[in-house]
């Protein structure tokens, strides 16, 4: 994941960023059901009301939407929704939070009943980012994903890199557990803030999935921290190139020795991933048979 908006305008980062995990720090969350310009946008779209829905979207900065990787306008959004004419769109909210007042960060999952000739059902992910500009809030950036194939997490609450980890050791004892069963290991770098890596981890625990990791690795997931620097050495060690976006994955012998580390942010969109090429990948690095 390029956390909310890696691919929004370089003057947001610094205030985007920092809303990762840290929401101690952060302005009180408002529910998404209570803040009216999300509610604004989805009845924009049930109700096929262009003019409304072109209203919410920033053009100064124009928004941006990133859809499979690629970098797409408001007009061409828009098109999108209002092309399904939405009959029914139930949402659910996986998280909301607010890192400064004027930054609403929405993540969520809508089951859409669409109104096309074959009235077919379909899911779509989206990543909204809310920016409040001369007293209006206008939808600044998103990142949508149309009918994941990967199921996608409910909420953000699972502990997975825990910051009391000492990666180092869990690494150490995964090398000693690996030489003794013929395994590889398998460094998940992340951070719990990250959506990309919910999706991944909730992956690794299918049923198609679970039995090669379980057969052929010794998983260790690295805490990159709120801001990525955490674990530095490991970063480095294992050649992950974090400017690509987290999760990435790195896959090493028992005595420690890197075969392949993620060069181009294979997985970072983990979200539009497809079960296949997860086990594609896992495939192509587990251990050679003896």
């Not at 947001?12 to 929401?23: R, W």
Request: contains cysteine; glycine residues 4%; charged residues 25%.
């Amino acid at each position: 994941m390029n956390r909310a908006a890696k691919f929004a305008f370089l003057f947001l980062l610094p205030l985007i960023t920092s809303y990762c995990g840290a929401q101690t720090a952060s302005t009180a969350a408002p529910d998404a059901a209570s803040f009216a310009p999300f509610q604004q946008w989805v009845g924009a779209i049930l109700t096929g009301d262009e003019a409304a829905l072109k209203a919410l979207y920033s053009t100064n900065p124009p928004a941006q939407i990133r859809v499979k990787g690629n970098t797409i306008d408001a007009n061409a959004d828009m098109s999108f929704w209002l092309g399904m004419k939405v009959r029914n769109m139930k949402i659910e909210v996986i998280r909301t939070t607010t890192p400064r007042p004027e930054i609403t960060h929405i993540i969520f999952r809508a089951d859409i009943m669409t109104g096309v000739p074959d009235g077919k059902a379909t899911t779509v992910t989206d990543d909204h980012v809310w920016l409040k500009q001369n007293g209006q809030w206008h939808l600044v950036s998103a990142e949508r994903t149309d009918a994941p194939r990967l199921k996608q997490p409910s909420d953000m609450k699972k502990d997975i890199y825990s910051t009391s980890a000492d990666a180092h050791a869990e690494i150490k004892e995964a090398e000693e557990k690996a030489a003794t069963q013929h395994k590889r290991l398998l460094l998940v770098f992340g951070a719990n803030w990250c959506f990309d890596c919910h999706v991944l981890d909730l992956a690794f625990q299918q049923p198609d999935l679970a039995p090669i990791l379980a057969a052929n690795y010794e998983v260790v997931h690295v805490d990159l921290g709120l801001d990525e620097h955490k674990n530095a050495d490991l970063v480095q060690k294992y050649e992950i190139p974090l400017d690509k976006g987290i999760p990435a994955l790195a896959v090493a012998e028992s005595d420690g020795t890197l075969v392949v580390s993620q060069k181009n942010g294979e997985f970072e969109d983990a979200r539009g991933l497809t079960p296949e090429a997860l086990a594609e990948f896992l495939n192509k690095w587990k251990p050679q048979a003896q």
